[in-house]
């Protein structure tokens, strides 16, 4: 740049981006270890306790306070979340990309209409969403739980993965489908053979991503989920409202630390494929 005050700007706005985006997750992680049973911003002594706690381990500090939850219920909101992440992960993938491959390869008229429809979901604001896949089930008798959870979320990771898996296709080689029919290969090989591979980092990027947003997804679940399907959002926005209590900021620690864990392993396998 001509101007050097114009470098520095540009310099200065790029570290306030970076301060308002990772500032307020730093702080969470900070006072996770923070001691004050009942002040989180006033630093009183690093500790571990508050982990433990979360884990129904019998600490000095969990002793002085009334904040701790019910570690069985704690367990039991985690435990249904890996079920419903995972098993809206599987159909949501499966779903997503069979229909990214139909949109690519057939024609029609109505076909930038039907993108629209796919999209649709995925701009929705999440209150309306939830208001309307809880009116469905009530209106059709569907009993909300686990498996109203599950539908729920299928609703709406069919089409982040399959914008994901499109943006792959998009980019792929149609020759070496081409020249592997020519050479006498079925569809069926030349899809595991040929378009597989070359679709396969957009088919598990997609996956980690649906798996992510369902595990961090809070108001669709809010409305559709039943008395005895509480999600882990759920039962953190549950102790929201009686108080940030010091166990939260462990909770969002470990949970950060999941999503970094995930991320990790989906760049791995971006670059072994």
């Not at 500090?61 to 069985?72: I, R």
């Not at 809070?218 to 102790?239: E, H, K, R, W």
């Amino acid at each position: 740049m001509r101007h050097p005050w114009l470098r520095r700007l540009l310099d200065f706005h790029g570290l306030l981006f970076l301060f308002f985006v990772y500032a307020p997750i730093i702080i969470v992680v900070v006072y996770s270890f923070n001691s004050h049973p009942v002040n989180m911003m006033v630093w009183k002594d690093f500790t571990f306790d508050w982990y433990l706690s979360i884990f129904g381990n019998p600490t000095k500090l969990n002793e002085q306070t009334l904040y701790v939850e019910s570690t069985d219920q704690l367990l039991a909101a985690v435990k249904n979340s890996l079920l419903v992440a995972s098993t809206t992960t599987a159909f949501s993938t499966i779903v997503g990309t069979a229909t990214a491959l139909a949109v690519y390869r057939h024609h029609f008229r109505l076909k930038p209409f039907y993108q629209g429809l796919l999209f649709m979901p995925m701009v929705m604001p999440d209150i309306v969403l939830g208001i309307a896949l809880l009116v469905f089930f009530v209106n059709f008798g569907i009993k909300l739980g686990l498996f109203s959870i599950i539908i729920g979320h299928c609703t709406f990771l069919i089409s982040y993965v399959f914008v994901v898996v499109s943006a792959r296709l998009a980019g792929m080689d149609d020759t070496l489908e081409q020249a592997s029919a020519d050479l006498g290969a079925n569809p069926w090989i030349t899809f595991r053979r040929v378009t597989l591979p070359q679709i396969l980092p957009g088919i598990v990027g997609g996956a980690l991503l649906a798996f992510i947003i369902s595990m961090d997804d809070l108001v669709i679940t809010y409305f559709i989920a039943g008395v005895d399907s509480t999600t882990l959002p759920v039962f953190i926005y549950g102790m929201l409202r009686r108080g940030v209590k010091p166990e939260i900021n462990a909770i969002a620690t470990l949970m950060l630390v999941f999503s970094f864990v995930i991320a990790s392993l989906g760049l791995y396998f971006r670059k072994r494929t």
